[in-house]
């Protein structure tokens, strides 16, 4: 299998980690993406990683509290998913540097576009932590950020859905999945595919997303090696 992405963000909800437990880490669940995330690792893939918190907290978890604290309590969430993302890929033989826009230099490198981007170039797999490190952004825009950043050639966006729908599969039978779709079509319909600023950055630095489903795995390896899973969302 020959990969058709040199370079790639790989965005995941934190949601994702706690598997069927639906809270905090579900370790075979973790195993099994990082086993995936290896096989890419070992195909020459370079791979930068954006992880949300929503296993731990999710902002609007704060009630009436103020919403920048609730935010900051999520990045934080982040940072606790990307050291057990590390601590698996480092357990399968993988080279990970963890970067966080909030610096915590005790646990993790602080973001540096120049470093990550060298740590990609030299085979590691570099995980962003603590999103983008201002609050009122989501993690999906951090990932849309990040790509940006690193020149990455596609967003792949892992949810609980196999790709995107003109309305939501799990409330409508007759939803209508899309084989491609640009991200101007994304923000016209209000699809959420990712939140407006994130697609919005998509769209104005010409970075596709593949979104697919995580339920398997090996979805990740099929997407990077040009399968047709999921919904590719890009423009022209």
């Known amino acids: 299998m020959q990969p058709v992405y040199k370079r790639i963000l790989l965005k995941l909800s934190g949601e994702v980690l706690a598997g069927e437990k639906g809270h905090g880490f579900d370790f075979d669940t973790i195993t099994s993406v990082c086993e995936a995330v290896k096989k890419l690792y070992d195909m020459g893939v370079q791979v930068g990683l954006v992880v949300g918190g929503g296993n731990f907290w999710r902002g609007r978890s704060g009630g009436s509290m103020d919403r920048t604290r609730a935010d900051h309590i999520g990045m934080l969430a982040t940072v606790m998913n990307s050291l057990a993302l590390q601590d698996t890929l480092e357990q399968l033989g993988v080279e990970v540097r963890v970067q966080t826009a909030i610096e915590m230099r005790q646990v993790a490198e602080p973001y540096v576009r120049a470093d990550a981007v060298r740590h990609l170039e030299k085979g590691r797999v570099v995980i962003f932590g603590a999103g983008t490190g201002n609050p009122f952004f989501s993690t999906d825009t951090c990932a849309a950020l990040r790509a940006a950043e690193i020149k990455a050639d596609v967003i792949l966006k892992a949810t609980n859905v196999d790709g995107v729908y003109d309305k939501d599969p ?30 919005s950055l998509c769209r104005d630095n010409n970075i596709p997303i593949l979104v697919f489903n995580l339920s398997d795995p090996e979805n990740i390896i099929r997407a990077v090696v040009g399968e047709n899973i999921g919904t590719l969302v890009k423009e022209g």
Do not use: C
Request: hydrophobic share 50%; net charge negative.
């Open 170 to 199: 799990n409330k409508f039978a007759d939803a209508v999945k899309f084989d491609v779709i640009t991200q101007s079509e994304v923000l016209e319909k209000d699809l959420r595919v990712m939140d407006s600023a994130a697609a």
